[in-house]
């Protein structure tokens, strides 16, 4: 993994400065100097909370729009996410950027504009339909299933017990996986149960989960069923008498461009931080949730510049919305040289619990790869998103190492209690940030009954206020303390877990491993810290002193993995690793 050193704050004004001399219009002010301000200080100007309700009506017109990558609901949401930046600041001040990044020029859009499931014979009986658009049915609809022109009346057979040629089919198996075959054989429609997919069984017999269908321009009608349609279907073809369909769907498809939303806003030299949101997807918390916080993120600290009066950061904030990974992808190239740290916003409104439940949602911070892959101490258990448990990855080395989840999770616990993080497990827009060697971390509340259903639209239950207000006040706690501040309230946080952690893994035995490989990632974790925090920050006395916690925790680490390195016989080697 090659990654530009990261220079030094001097090194940088430098040439910025020169260019100053004669710029062109539309060039940012020049990034301020590195301006020290104690613990606190930014409440002069920003308040600690971000419009929740404001945010939660964001949640709501998002959750009206069935958001896929250019749709018109996209579209339109993106539009809604911009003028709200532009109220902000965003765009009219040099020092707030507003811009948009084309992923696609030419794409294939798609979107469900309504739809529906009925028996004919033997007995008349509506199943499952949704208009308008944003009904709650909606899903049924398999993104890039194809439409009718007019309603279709099909005879139903099993998947593998008649010739399915002209026929709507109950299949067997997962759409991404078997529509093809289906297609070729002539089916036309498909049926797809609720419980065949990547997530697992759904946790509720009228959920109807959405999925994929590589479709192209022709195939059949392809529909997900709820496990109550799929059971009544079943019970009418084991009655024996042939069961009669009536199947009518209206997609729209379109070419156009897809777009992404980069706001901005400019600071001093010191490394940049990024929240990133993917803004596709139906669910109102997978993830309307996240870009909601994003952009009142960007509200709250882009309005307290262009009207509070506050000066520029010492470093850069970015907001980024879009499709999942991809925007990702965009960013992390596009912005690589100069970022620090990126936090991905998904699914973040849901509340915890219940404690009754028996899968409670929890209040999670992932982890990039470390050590927690192995031996976890403090660190909370997998999420349960990865079928087997754990990433398998028993391997860390690849990932910079970095105190990022340790200092969200303490200061979203502060914000709002029962955060904790766990090991690393991917699939969310943390993962191309660490594959271009940027520390980042994913903020969620995981597992959700409602998780890539029908069931994820808006309600106190799916999305709460307060859980997004949490959410906003952790991170602006973070872009207050390392944007106009000293970085102690961010230093401290980092420092907080480890003196009970080495606690921990001093009583592992063997502990040799786990202390050596703990101790090398955390001296390198506090380097890093270190140079996110710049030179003049880390020097400040409240902040220096978090710093010194840290690696005396290392340094207790380091002897610890010394003291059982000799104890168990293998003499000398100090902090091992993977
Ligand atoms: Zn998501």
Not at 541 to 569: F, H
Request: charged content about 25%.
């Amino acid at each position: 993994m090659t990654r530009l050193p990261r220079a030094r704050p001097a090194l940088l004004a430098l040439p910025l400065a020169l260019l100053c001399a004669c710029p062109p219009p539309n060039v940012p002010p020049p990034p301020a100097e590195v301006v020290v301000r104690p613990a606190g200080e930014a409440s002069r100007w920003f308040a600690a909370d971000i419009d929740a309700g404001r945010a939660l009506e964001l949640v709501d017109f998002l959750d009206r729009r069935f958001r896929e990558p250019g749709n018109a609901p996209y579209r339109e949401s993106l539009d809604e996410l911009e003028s709200r930046l532009r109220g902000a600041g965003f765009g009219t001040d040099d020092r707030l950027l507003l811009e948009r990044w084309t992923l696609d020029e030419d794409a294939t859009t798609w979107e469900p504009l309504s739809a529906s499931l009925e028996v004919v014979a033997p007995e008349p009986e509506l199943l499952q339909s949704f208009s308008p658009a944003d009904d709650r049915q909606r899903t049924m609809l398999l993104i890039g299933s194809p439409g009718t022109s007019g309603p279709l009346e099909v005879d139903l057979v099993e998947d593998g017990e008649a010739d399915p040629k002209g026929c709507a089919v109950l299949a067997d198996g997962m759409p991404e996986g078997e529509y093809r075959r289906l297609a070729d054989a002539g089916a036309a429609v498909a049926l797809f149960a609720a419980d065949a997919r990547l997530e697992g069984r759904v946790s509720d017999d009228e959920a109807i989960p959405f999925g994929n269908v590589a479709a192209g321009d022709w195939g059949p009608v392809a529909l997900r069923l709820s496990r109550s349609t799929e059971r009544r279907l079943r019970e009418l073809l084991h009655k024996g008498e042939p069961v009669v369909l009536r199947v009518g769907a209206s997609v729209l498809r379109e070419r156009g461009p897809v777009e992404m939303l980069h706001a901005e806003i400019r600071g001093g030299p010191l490394p940049g931080i990024l929240f990133a949101a993917h803004l596709d997807e139906p669910g109102a918390e997978d993830n309307a949730s996240g870009v909601a916080v994003a952009a009142a993120l960007a509200e709250l600290f882009g309005r307290g510049i262009h009207e509070g009066g506050a000066p520029a950061p010492n470093r850069s904030f970015h907001f980024v919305v879009g499709p999942e990974i991809d925007h990702a992808e965009e960013a992390a190239d596009r912005l690589r040289d100069t970022l620090g740290w990126a936090v991905a916003l998904d699914q973040v409104g849901r509340p915890r619990g219940p404690e009754s439940s028996r899968h409670p949602t929890r209040a999670l911070v992932e982890r990039a790869p470390d050590p927690s892959q192995r031996w976890r101490a403090d660190i909370g258990p997998g999420s349960g998103w990865l079928a087997g448990g754990d990433s398998g990855e028993a391997t860390w080395s690849r990932a910079e190492p970095s105190l990022l989840a340790d200092v969200l999770v303490v200061l979203l616990r502060e914000a709002g209690g029962g955060w904790e993080s766990h090991p690393f497990e991917g699939g969310s827009d943390h993962v191309p940030f660490l594959a271009a060697g940027i520390p980042s971390a994913l903020v969620w509340r995981f597992p959700d009954p409602t998780y890539h259903t029908s069931l994820d639209r808006i309600g106190p239950s799916v999305v709460s206020q307060d859980d997004l207000a949490e959410v906003g006040r952790g991170c602006a706690s973070v872009i207050a303390s390392l944007g106009w501040e000293d970085g102690a309230t961010v230093a401290r946080a980092a420092a907080a877990p480890w003196a009970a952690r080495v606690d921990i893994l001093a009583m592992l035995t063997p502990g040799a491993e786990a202390a050596c490989a703990w101790s090398r990632w955390l001296e390198q974790a506090a380097d890093e810290l270190e140079s996110m925090l710049g030179t003049a920050c880390a020097a400040s006395p409240a902040t220096a002193a978090a710093l010194a916690e840290v690696l005396g925790a290392a340094t207790r680490l380091g002897d610890e993995c010394l003291r059982s390195t000799i104890g168990s016989g293998r003499g000398g080697r100090r902090g091992g690793g993977a």
